[in-house]
């Protein structure tokens, strides 16, 4: 035992006991435990043998574009099916075009290859084990193919094949192909991120440096707390932890990995301790920081953290859940012995402070709306609206706006294709809009070999490209990066002549009823926020309808966890690519209001309030490109209408 130890270790028997009392007991801890009441309800019922309750949550999946949720789904529901296959073949026999049935049917059969492959180093595998391995992959290229042609806007058979591609040793255009289709069905799906990292891995079939490159760049296009922004954090693991290289000679510095860390504590930020969507990663963010010996970082970590332990990082070392509590023990104990011995020890961190803002509001009730439309498109929507309106171009929030300013989309911008994370071309066209029930899509055909899949391996027949159509509606297309800014400030401007409704009636009244009708018969929603004595809010609106609202106040009670999820949803799918989780999050809190309503625009990718908002009246006046509506009759509004279309 070295000096240093024997002097530490009074530290560590006095405080031990105390460090980290609060975690839950290891007995309570679980590894992968499923948190999603629906899927507990299917797998359960799977087991007996029912198919119902899978039928249900996988179209309530596909339906409502739960894309992210339905990758979970059908992983879980695949597992399962490997014990208990019965209820899944009697699901394909009585409905072989059940897109469903076929996408889990599909997903099982990847699994049962890697199955047989296992997780171990090539030079473990046996030739037999080999031989097996690629002849399942072979069989499961139909029902994949199948999986694609029976629902042509999921984005989860991509991320499958994606898989498929990194086992049956397709060539990079393969690898590029099958990209550039899930990406041009869902930019932001962390599943098919996540998938096209592991290809792009030294040990597979890319390198340190693409690794990298390709896990940062998708962090600097996503939204504030989107798991995106864990990819790099996903890639410093891989590259610490499973690369067989020692990483002090390698090509990746410690700036890299020490931003990826940085990166990841940003996000979970964004998510409540205890969050099992955010432990997918928290437990990645806990072994770098024992890597980085940040002890009592690693213990707030391991606190927010809770009972969900994951499979992985802790299997690369050994037993899950023993490698968990091992480890989470030895952070208690290294922050016990780095104590003074009649020191007390650290407590959990306090929840953040309050922000300050610049001045306090004087309790007048102000609002602003921001539009996902061009202002000259919202003047003309707005000539019969009867309020009068300023309106100002609204610069492009996180994750949006043109080329070069971190946009998901193409970085080239307009509507004949750009760069995807990974560096190559994929087209707009197509692209997935939302991942909540309101997914819109461009009725045009994506890029790549088509909706059937490529085999490479031996027998594995090319497949030939198939041509899709998308239903539904379709958005226009985004104004391109020259043609200005296609985002929208709208403020009530003072009526020259006020009639009796409009001078009887608030700045908010007259917003929310200028709002509803120029967004009637619009594709693009707006956003109306509000501020008065402390209190922020915001109002959804779409086709002329409020689609969700809510208001954040200190003294009223938090908002129920149902209630705020669906408020999420309805803004996740109006604003995308944000993803409902940290939505949820900032709903289901009432300190500090001006913080997040801030933060909320932040999520949703939008511009940030302009300066002054909530302080004075007329922030627009000054604007620059700012334009005045002035309230029209009916009649000279429709005239003024039917010029401005006029050619």
Excluded at 270 to 278: K, L, R, T, V
């Amino acid at each position: 035992m070295s000096l240093r130890s024997l002097m530490s270790m009074p530290r560590m028997l006095r405080h031990g006991s105390a460090v980290g009392a609060d975690l839950p007991p290891d007995e309570v801890v679980t590894v992968d435990a499923v948190t999603d009441p629906a899927l507990c309800d299917a797998l359960s019922a799977a087991a007996l043998g029912d198919a119902a309750p899978a039928r249900e949550l996988l179209a309530e999946t596909r339906l409502g574009a739960q894309w992210e949720r339905r990758s979970n789904c059908v992983s879980a529901l695949a597992t399962s099916a490997l014990r208990h296959p019965g209820w899944l073949e009697n699901w394909l026999d009585t409905s072989p075009d059940d897109p469903d049935a076929t996408l889990l049917t599909a997903g099982l059969r990847v699994q049962r290859a890697w199955q047989v492959r296992t997780g171990e180093d090539a030079g473990e595998i046996s030739d037999e084990q080999f031989r097996v391995f690629f002849s399942l992959l072979e069989e499961a290229v139909p029902m994949l193919s199948a999986a694609t042609e029976l629902n042509p806007t999921d984005p989860v058979p991509w991320e499958i094949a994606l898989t498929h591609a990194r086992g049956i040793q397709s060539p990079r255009d393969v690898f590029d192909s099958y990209w550039s289709e899930a990406v041009a069905r869902a930019p932001h799906h962390f599943g098919c991120h996540a998938s096209a990292l592991q290809y792009l891995c030294e040990k597979w079939y890319g390198s340190h440096t693409e690794m990298f490159d390709f896990a940062e760049r998708a962090a600097d296009r996503a939204l504030p707390g989107s798991l995106l922004n864990a990819l790099p954090l996903l890639a410093a693991i891989e590259y610490e932890v499973v690369s067989p290289d020692p990483p002090e000679t390698g090509p990746i510095t410690r700036g890299r990995l020490a931003s990826a860390v940085a990166r990841a504590l940003e996000l979970s930020s964004w998510y409540e301790p205890g969050d099992p969507e955010a432990a997918e990663f928290r437990n990645h963010l806990a072994l770098m920081l024992i890597f980085d010996q940040r002890w009592q970082d690693a213990l707030e970590m391991f606190r927010a953290i809770g009972v969900h332990a994951r499979e992985f990082p802790w299997a690369y070392l050994g037993e899950s859940r023993k490698e968990f509590l091992e480890f989470r023990l030895g952070v208690r104990m290294q922050v016990a012995s780095s104590t003074p011995f009649f020191g007390k020890p650290p407590q959990p961190a306090p929840p953040p402070e309050p922000e300050q803002i610049a001045a306090e509001s004087d309790g007048v009730h102000r609002s602003l709306a921001i539009v996902s439309a061009a202002p000259d498109r919202v003047a003309e929507a707005a000539l019969m609206c009867g309020v009068s309106l300023r309106i100002a171009p609204a610069p492009w929030g996180a994750g949006q706006g043109p080329a070069g300013e971190g946009r998901a989309e193409p970085a080239t911008g307009g509507t004949e294709g750009g760069t995807d994370a990974v560096g190559r071309r994929y087209p707009v066209d197509g692209e997935h809009r939302s991942e909540g029930p309101a997914a819109f899509w461009s009725d045009s055909e994506p890029s790549g070999p088509g909706s059937l899949l490529w085999g490479a391996g031996p027998g594995i027949p090319g497949a030939g490209p198939a041509a899709w159509r998308a239903s539904g509606p379709s958005l226009p297309a985004a104004p391109s990066p020259s043609s200005g800014a296609c985002l929208s400030y709208v403020e009530v401007a003072p009526d020259l002549f006020p009639n009796r409704r409009t001078g009887a009636a608030t700045g908010e009244e007259l917003l929310t009823t200028a709002v509803a009708g120029f967004t009637t018969g619009e594709p693009w929603p707006a956003l109306v926020l509000h501020h008065t004595a402390g209190r922020h809010g915001f109002a959804l609106f779409g086709q002329g309808t409020v689609l969700a609202s809510h208001q954040w106040d200190p003294a009223a009670p938090v908002l129920d966890h149902p209630q705020a999820a669906a408020v999420a949803r309805a803004l996740a799918s109006a604003f995308p690519p944000a993803g409902p989780r940290p939505l949820i999050t900032l709903l289901r809190g009432g300190d500090d209001p001006a913080r997040r309503q801030r933060q909320l625009l932040a999520a949703l990718g939008l511009p940030p309030l302009p300066s002054g908002f909530g302080e004075r009246d007329d922030i627009l006046k000054d604007a620059p490109g700012a334009q005045l509506v002035l309230r029209r009759g009916v009649l000279k509004g429709i005239r003024d209408s039917m010029r401005r279309r006029r050619p």
